[in-house]
T-cell receptor, first 115, second 111 residues
């Protein structure tokens, strides 16, 4: 199963771009990269996902390297409300072999946006 | 647009007591999940379900049981609560290729 590696913590100045890296060197061809964040003690919130191509939505951009072994989540203009733990997740097959996909969370990156 | 609703939001149990946490989703999602989160830790998967009537073990299933009798509901049971089960519990639901929606959590304290 593909696993992810993220830095434990990062700081970013308010108004600047926040670039959060994620390594997933064992990702397989049909696995997607998902990003979620968790603000304080709330339930995690979906941000963005992608397979091969770069993706952008109203919240963020996702850059996936050509070999798909790593990706970067970009928050273009970080605000104080973006302070959260950010999780990079790669979907894996279930152990039951049903062809379904679990969501497996690591410890994520704690992003602190500094005024 | 309720999304994913967890009941209750807070609970204090005595060691050895039992309880059931309810997760309800109104998005007709096939997949549902139960996670626990301990201080300073990421989310750990307890059990999950890929459809009505099906359940499977996740990373930390011991001490918990689950049932998915109706597609919209996923129940997490603690038969004999232990202090080690003090945690924040999150439920989530998703379609197979879509992203997951999470509930706001249940804070459980076992004394």
């Amino acid at each position: 199963d593909a696993k992810t590696t993220q830095p434990t913590s990062m700081d970013c100045a308010e108004g600047r771009a926040a670039n959060l890296p994620c390594n997933h060197s064992t990702i397989s061809g049909n696995e997607y990269v998902y990003w979620y964040r968790q603000i304080h003690s709330q339930g995690p919130q979906y941000i963005i996902h992608g397979l091969k191509n770069n993706e952008t939505n109203e919240m963020a951009s996702l850059i996936i390297t050509e070999d798909r072994k790593s990706s970067t989540l970009i928050l273009p203009h970080a605000t104080l409300r973006d302070t959260a733990v950010y999780y990079c997740i790669v979907r894996v097959p279930s152990y039951s072999g049903a062809g379904s996909y679990q969501l497996t969370f690591g410890k994520g990156t704690k992003l602190s946006v500094i005024p | 647009n309720a999304g994913v609703t967890q009941t209750p939001k807070f609970r204090v149990l005595k060691t050895g007591q039992s309880m059931t946490l309810l997760c309800a989703q109104d998005m007709n999602h096939e997949y549902m999940y139960w996670y626990r989160q301990d201080p300073g830790m990421g989310l750990r998967l307890i059990h999950y379900s890929v459809g009505e009537g099906t359940t499977a073990k996740g990373e930390v299933p011991d001490g918990y049981n689950v049932s998915r009798l109706k597609k919209q509901n996923f129940l997490l049971g603690l038969e004999s609560a232990a202090p080690s089960q003090t945690s924040v519990y999150f439920c989530a639901s998703s379609d197979p290729r879509e992203f997951a929606f999470f509930g706001q959590g249940t804070r459980l304290t076992v004394v």
